[in-house]
C-alpha cells in the first residue's frame, strides 16, 4: 500500500450480534474518519451499546494532535445524539505511526469511552470483544464500500 492510494470505506452489521465493522484502506485523514462513522448507512446500522471494530490493517493514517482531537469530539457528539456510546470497541492498527495515532486516540477519549481497546492483531481484538471469530470473518464477507463523499455530517448516527 502506497501514501498516495486514495481512501475508501465499507461497513458490515450484525444487529442480533450487536456488532458493526467499519474498514478503512488506503491514505486515510481525520477527514474520512468523520465521513464514515458520520454516512447515513453507518447511523442506520450503529446502535448504542454496539461492540465497534474499527479495522485499520489496510490503511495508512496520519493525523496531528488537534486533528485527533477533533476526531474524537466529532464522534463523541455523533454517539450522544444517536442514544449513547458503543460498548466495547477495538482499533486493529498493525503499522507502527497508525497503531500510535490509534492508541493516543484511546488516551484523548478517556472515561467518554473506557472500554476502547487498541491491538496490532485482528485475532486479539475478536478474542478481547470475545467475538464469536467465525461471526466475525462472516460479518468481514459482508462489508460494504460506503462513498466518503456522500457523508451526511454524522446527523444519522
Same mark, same amino acid.
Given at each position: 500500500m502506497s501514501?498516495?492510494?486514495?481512501?475508501?470505506?465499507?461497513?458490515?452489521a450484525d444487529p442480533e450480534r450487536g456488532i458493526l465493522l467499519v474498514r478503512f484502506t488506503g491514505s486515510v485523514r481525520p477527514s474520512h474518519l468523520r465521513a464514515g462513522?458520520?454516512?447515513?448507512?453507518?447511523?442506520?446500522?450503529?446502535?448504542?451499546?454496539?461492540?465497534?471494530?474499527?479495522?485499520?490493517?489496510?490503511?495508512? *493514517?496520519d493525523a496531528s494532535y488537534e486533528?485527533?482531537?477533533?476526531?474524537?469530539?466529532?464522534?463523541?457528539?455523533? *454517539?450522544?445524539?444517536?442514544g449513547g456510546p458503543p460498548g466495547s470497541g477495538a482499533?486493529?492498527?498493525?503499522?507502527?505511526?497508525? *497503531?500510535?495515532?490509534?492508541?493516543?486516540?484511546?488516551?484523548l477519549t478517556g472515561d467518554t469511552y473506557p472500554t476502547l481497546a487498541v *491491538?496490532?492483531?485482528?485475532?486479539e481484538a475478536i478474542r478481547w470483544l470475545e467475538i464469536d471469530p467465525a461471526a466475525a470473518d462472516a460479518l468481514a464477507a459482508r462489508l460494504e464500500p460506503i462513498d466518503l463523499k456522500d457523508g451526511d455530517g454524522g446527523r444519522r448516527l
Open positions: 501514501e498516495t492510494e486514495p481512501a475508501a470505506a465499507a461497513i458490515a462513522y458520520g454516512h447515513r448507512a453507518t447511523g442506520a446500522a450503529y446502535r448504542p451499546g454496539m461492540a465497534v471494530i474499527t479495522d485499520l490493517r489496510e490503511a495508512l *493514517f486533528e485527533m482531537t477533533a476526531v474524537m469530539q466529532y464522534l463523541d457528539a455523533i *454517539f450522544s445524539r444517536s482499533i486493529v492498527a498493525p503499522a507502527d505511526l497508525t *497503531f500510535g495515532l490509534s492508541r493516543m486516540y484511546k488516551l *491491538f496490532r492483531e485482528w485475532d
